[in-house]
């Protein structure tokens, strides 16, 4: 009996260590991440690195993967989006998944508006986001689309202009970034701004049940 106990413990002893050392060697990326994304991965608008810590998981990972596989970031305008390929390329995709995974549950505060529209026209605008984005731009994994709440304004209107321009979502193989190309160009460049603004008043706190 006292063996099987030593024994136990031993297997549960290295399981631990290899997980810890696991992590740990995924992880070993982190500190590159921050030198752009900031301390908490709360975004640097100076190198337009966005907001990433509290993504979902699967919206972070499968961004990664396009950037590493040229399906974003491809576009010679999209500086930003090759400076983040650039930043990823040698990465494996067991990294890939570890840092999603970590990234996830990070949270940081609600980050500062700074831009400002009309926000009663910007409500009726995200009128036309809910059906994928979720009441409360809380993002619908089964759509493949991401929480846009907490995400800084700057980002979410420099994307949609992206989107607009065919920077983003231009790839054959972008299907999730074509079902959002088609929304980003039945709204003009105020009217983005509108939204974006309405977009930073949905209050976190109080959503938070729903907001992941
Ligand atoms: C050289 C600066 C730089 C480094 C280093 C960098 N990033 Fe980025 N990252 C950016 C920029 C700039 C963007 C926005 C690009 C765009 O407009 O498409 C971005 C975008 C992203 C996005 C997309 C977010 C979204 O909402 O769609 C993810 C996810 C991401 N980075 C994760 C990472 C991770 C994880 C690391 C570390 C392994 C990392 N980045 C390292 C600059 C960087
Ligand atoms: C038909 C579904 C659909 C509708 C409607 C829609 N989106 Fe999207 N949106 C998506 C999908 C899917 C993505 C993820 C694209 C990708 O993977 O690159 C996305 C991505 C985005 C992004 C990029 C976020 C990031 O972190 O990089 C922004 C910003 C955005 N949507 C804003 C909006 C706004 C604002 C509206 C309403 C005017 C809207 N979307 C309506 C499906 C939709």
Same mark, same amino acid.
């Given at each position: ?13 290295? @399981? &631990?260590?290899? =997980?810890?050392y696991? *992590?740990s060697?995924? !992880?070993?990326?982190?500190? $590159?991440c ?5 301390d908490?991965l709360?975004?640097n ?15 972070l ?11 974003r ?5 999209? @500086? &930003?989006g090759? =400076?983040?390929?650039l *930043?990823?390329?040698? !990465?494996?995709?067991?990294? $890939?998944?570890?840092?999603a995974?970590h990234?996830s ?6 980050q500062?508006q700074?831009?400002?529209g ?8 995200f009128?036309?986001?809910i059906?994928?984005h979720?009441?409360?731009g809380?993002?619908?994994?089964? @759509?493949?689309a ?13 994307q949609m202009?992206?989107?607009?321009k ?5 790839h ?7 079902l ?14 509108d ?13 938070k049940?729903?907001?992941?």
């Open positions: 009996m006292r063996s099987i106990t030593v024994l136990l413990s031993l297997v549960f002893i290295v @399981i &631990f260590f290899n =997980s810890v696991a *992590s060697s995924n !992880l070993q990326s982190l500190p $590159l921050q030198s752009c994304h900031g908490k709360q975004g608008e100076s190198l337009k690195a966005p907001l990433i810590s509290g993504l979902s998981q699967w919206y990972y499968r961004q990664m993967k396009n950037y590493k596989d040229g399906i970031g491809n576009h010679p305008q999209d @500086i &930003f090759q =400076s983040m390929r *930043s990823i390329m040698s !990465l494996s995709d067991n990294e $890939l998944q570890a840092l995974e990234i549950t990070i949270s940081v505060d609600k500062p700074s831009i400002k009309d926000i009663e026209t910007g409500k009726f605008v009128e036309h986001c059906s994928c979720g009441e409360f809380e993002g619908d994994q089964t @759509i493949g991401p929480r846009l709440t907490g995400q800084s304004d700057w980002y979410l209107y420099q202009i992206n989107f607009q065919d920077i983003r979502g231009n054959q193989d972008d299907l999730y970034g074509k959002m190309k088609d929304m980003a160009y039945m709204f003009n460049e105020q009217m983005l701004r939204v974006v603004s309405y977009i930073s008043t949905i209050d976190q706190v109080d959503n049940e729903s907001v992941k």
